[in-house]
């Protein structure tokens, strides 16, 4: 098993309401299995390549190929002392997902087949519009999702400043929606910038610009303030970006914090994990929305019956065509798999990817 780790610049500078970026780093796993080589990924620090080499490999290494969850509970038991939450999970998904990638190939399946598949399609919904966009970068940002590819909703940055600029954040919200007009719908994500009664007071004036999805209006660590924010206001309240375990949906989901369940396949514990969270959200009858990593969040979508739609999120979009052959189209508003395929279909442009290696 090989773990690397790339960082790859991003085109301007970026922002959302509590955090700045230049650059996203990416390790990516080839897990060599018999005659196959299975493919992974996660967005996290580097030192998960050092977790995988020297935690997770000596432990999963020389078992069946076919049996991914035993490789994955050998993993679990393995890293007890670290903590799972954070890095550690972060670099059990990349290997898992490698792993599915593999077994799929050695059986000469789609992902999604072995995985279950329960669908045709799923949509993906264009995700970016940062607060460090002028006017112009967030209207050609825009108009590429909704004129160009035709995707049925779009998901803008507020909270700017940790909340501090919530009138620019109004404003920016009503020049989207004069931008996409009623073609698509308008979702934003606060990035947990907002106080409880702040969130509450700007959700009533994003209901009256019909604004359908509230993401981490509050920290998502605060559950009771996601649930005030959820009975207040119309837009339906997201989170779950920072599930690293199961015992994390289980208790947004307990807590009624949520109305649409968020996880990362990169970073939640990988494919088994997801349909475990979106097992524990059927049961609550909510619906799961896929964090990030679209290409690979897309095969276990696929294999999930209670799926909104995944997060076809701008960087992550760009990285994963500059790196990655055979990644998934969203034009027209919904991504398709090649069910003639094999794996996840997706195979790793080392050479592209060389100039951003950091380890
Ligand atoms: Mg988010």
Avoid at 55 to 83: H, K, S, T
């Amino acid at each position: 098993m090989r773990a690397s780790a790339y960082r790859v610049p991003t085109e301007v500078a970026e922002a959302d309401g509590t955090l700045a970026w230049s650059a996203t780093t990416i390790v990516v796993v080839q897990a060599e299995v018999g005659d196959v080589l299975g493919l992974g990924w996660t967005y996290a620090d580097g030192a998960c390549a050092a977790l995988v080499h020297d935690v997770l490999a000596p432990v999963v290494e020389g078992g069946d190929g076919l049996d991914v969850p035993a490789a994955w509970l050998a993993m679990q038991r393995a890293i007890r002392n670290l903590g799972r939450p954070g890095l550690v999970s972060c670099a059990m998904s990349a290997v898992e997902i490698a792993l599915w990638d593999a077994a799929a190939r050695l059986l000469g399946l789609p992902l999604c087949r072995l995985l279950g598949r329960v669908r045709e399609s799923v949509p993906v919904y264009g995700s970016g519009g940062f607060t460090s966009y002028d006017d112009q970068q967030l209207g050609e940002q825009l108009q590429r999702w909704v004129f160009d590819q035709e995707l049925a909703a779009v998901k803008i940055k507020i909270g700017a400043g940790w909340g501090s600029r919530a009138d620019r954040d109004l404003e920016r919200v009503d020049l989207a929606r004069e931008m996409i007009g009623s073609r698509a719908e308008l979702y934003v994500d606060a990035n947990g910038a907002y106080g409880t009664g702040q969130a509450v007071r700007i959700g009533r004036r994003l209901d009256e610009r019909e604004v359908l999805w509230f993401e981490e209006p509050v920290s998502s660590d605060d559950l009771s303030g996601l649930r005030r924010v959820r009975e207040a206001v119309g837009a339906d309240v997201a989170a779950g970006e920072y599930g690293y375990h199961l015992p994390y949906f289980a208790a947004m989901l307990e807590a009624e914090a949520v109305d649409c369940l968020q996880a990362d396949v990169t970073r939640c514990g990988g494919f088994g994990e997801w349909l475990r969270a979106a097992a524990v959200a059927a049961a609550r009858n909510r619906e799961m929305s896929s964090h990030c990593a679209q290409n690979l969040a897309a095969h276990v979508a696929m294999a999930t019956a209670n799926v909104r739609h995944l997060e076809g999120f701008h960087d992550h979009d760009r990285i994963e065509r500059m790196f990655f052959d055979g990644t998934l189209d969203p034009a027209g508003g919904e991504v398709r798999v090649d069910m003639s395929g094999t794996g996840h279909g997706m195979t790793f442009k080392e050479v592209d990817a060389e100039r951003f290696r950091v380890s």
